[in-house]
C-alpha cells in the first residue's frame, strides 16, 4: 500500500525515510548537531532507501565519462601556484570541475521550486520566466485532475521510496511527472538518461499500487533554448518493464548492502 507524506524541510544530504513516509535525511549527532543518515542508521531505524539510492550500487559510464572530461578541463585550465603542494593543488582542481555541475543544480533547484509555487499563485522570479512559463501552460493542457506535488511515497511490501514532483489523475488513470532541467543543443532531441523511465516506474507503482492505466513522463526544461520543453512519455506497458528492472535492482541492492527494509 502506497503512503503519502508532506514535503518536509529540505536537508542536504539524506536518501532514507521511515516506513511511514517521513524523510529520514538526517540523525542527531553526540553534541547535538545533524549528520548525514548512514546505512547503519537505517538498520537500527529501518528505514527504507531512496529510489536514487538503489541506483547508487549501478554503473553509470556516460556520466563517469561526463565527469572525467570535466577534471580533465579543470586541469588543463588551472596553473598550479608556485610552491604549491600536490593536495592543494588537484583540490583546487577538483572544485573547479564541480563548479559547472553545481551551477547547474542551483539553478534546476530554483527552476523546480520557483514552477511548484507557480501553482500557489506565487509570483515567477524574472529570471525563471522563460523556463517556468511553458511547463505551466503545457500542464495545464493536459488538463489534469487532483494534482499533488512534492510528495513522499513508500512501498513498504519492496523497501523504498522517494520524492514524487507531480501526481495526479489523467484521463481514466493516473500520471507522474518528473521535471528535469537540460542543457540542450539545437536540433537534438532531448532522450532520457539511465534509469529515469525506471525512476518513474518506481515512483508509480508506490504512489499508487498499480501500474494498470498509469502513465509517466520525464518533462525536460532547457536551461540553454529559452522556452523549450520537451517529454518523453511512458505508457503502462513501459512502466511494468521498467518496474521488473526496478525490482531486480532492489533484490541485488539488499544483496550488496546486507540489509532487507521490506516489511514483512
Not at 531512496?50 to 588551472?78: C, E, H, N, Q, Y
Not at 511553458?134 to 495545464?140: R, S, V
Not at 518513474?200 to 525536460?220: S, V
Not at 518523453?232 to 548492502?257: A, G
Amino acid at each position: 500500500m502506497a503512503i503519502l507524506q508532506n514535503k518536509a524541510d529540505n536537508i542536504d544530504g539524506g536518501h532514507w525515510y521511515t516506513p511511514d513516509g517521513v524523510p529520514a535525511y538526517t540523525m542527531k549527532n553526540k553534541t547535538g548537531g545533524d549528520r548525514k543518515t548512514t546505512l547503519r542508521d537505517a538498520r537500527k531505524h529501518m528505514l527504507v532507501p531512496s529510489v536514487t539510492t538503489v541506483f547508487g550500487i549501478m554503473a553509470k559510464p556516460a556520466l563517469d565519462r561526463w565527469k572525467t572530461m570535466k577534471t580533465i578541463d579543470a586541469a588543463l585550465a588551472t596553473e598550479r601556484n608556485d610552491g604549491e603542494d600536490d593536495k592543494s593543488y588537484y583540490n583546487r582542481i577538483l572544485n573547479r570541475s564541480n563548479e559547472e555541475t553545481s551551477e547547474a543544480a542551483n539553478l534546476g533547484t530554483r527552476i523546480h521550486d520557483a514552477i511548484d509555487q507557480a501553482f500557489d499563485g506565487v509570483p515567477v522570479p524574472e529570471d525563471l520566466i522563460q523556463y517556468v512559463s511553458p511547463t505551466m501552460l503545457y500542464l495545464h493542457n493536459l488538463e489534469l485532475k487532483n494534482i499533488t506535488r512534492e510528495k513522499v511515497v513508500v512501498n513498504n511490501k519492496e523497501g523504498y521510496g522517494g520524492r514524487v514532483d507531480l501526481l495526479a489523475e489523467y484521463g481514466k488513470g493516473n500520471i507522474i511527472i518528473d521535471f528535469k532541467t537540460r542543457k540542450s543543443k539545437e536540433g537534438q532531441k532531448m532522450t532520457p538518461y539511465d534509469f529515469q523511465p525506471t525512476q518513474i516506474a518506481a515512483y508509480a507503482m508506490a504512489a499508487f499500487g498499480t501500474l494498470d492505466n498509469c502513465w509517466g513522463a520525464n518533462l525536460y526544461i532547457s536551461t540553454t533554448e529559452a522556452g523549450r520543453i520537451e517529454t518523453c512519455v511512458y505508457d503502462p506497458d513501459t512502466l511494468k518493464k521498467e518496474y521488473d528492472t526496478f525490482l531486480s535492482m532492489t533484490s541485488l541492492w539488499r544483496y550488496i548492502k546486507n540489509f532487507d527494509p521490506r516489511q514483512k
